[in-house]
C-alpha cells in the first residue's frame, strides 16, 4: 500500500559526507512527521534526526552541528545530509514515516519503515 525506498548509503572515510534520501509512494493522503533512525550492530534503534510538515526538526544530539534533515512535500521525500562522519556513525539508517491514508472509515495515520541503507565510516 505505502512503500519507502532508500537511497544514498555507502562507504566513506571519516570526515567525509553522504546524502541520504527516501521517497514514500502509494496510496497517500498525507505525511506528517518524517524521520531517520539508525542501528548499529549489537545497539538498539535510535532515532537520528525527524521533521514535520511544517518543517520544524529534532536531532540526536550526537550529530547536532553534523547532520541535516529536510523534505519535499511535493514529492513524498526526506532527506538526510550528513556532514563530518564518524566511524561511530556506521549503522543501519532506516527511514520512518508517518502516513495518513484515506478509508471507509476516515482518515487513518500509520507509521511505515523503509528497508534500510548501510551507512559504513571508515577510520
Known amino acids: 500500500q505505502v512503500q519507502l525506498v532508500e537511497s544514498g548509503g555507502g562507504l566513506v572515510q571519516a570526515g567525509g559526507s553522504l546524502r541520504l534520501s527516501c521517497a514514500a509512494s502509494g496510496s497517500i493522503f498525507s505525511i506528517n512527521a518524517m524521520g531517520w533512525y539508525r542501528q548499529a550492530p549489537g545497539k538498539q534503534r535510535e532515532l537520528v534526526a525527524a521533521i514535520i510538515s511544517g518543517g520544524s526538526t529534532n536531532y540526536a544530539d550526537s550529530v547536532k552541528g553534523r547532520f541535516t534533515i529536510s523534505r519535499d512535500n511535493g514529492k513524498n521525500t526526506v532527506y538526510l545530509q550528513m556532514n563530518s562522519l564518524r566511524p561511530e556513525d556506521t549503522a543501519v539508517y532506516y527511514c520512518?514515516?508517518?502516513?495518513?491514508?484515506?478509508?471507509?472509515?476516515?482518515?487513518?495515520?500509520?507509521?511505515?519503515w523503509g528497508q534500510g541503507t548501510q551507512v559504513t565510516v571508515s577510520s
Open positions: 520512518n514515516a508517518e502516513v495518513v491514508l484515506r478509508t471507509d472509515w476516515g482518515n487513518k495515520q500509520y507509521r511505515y
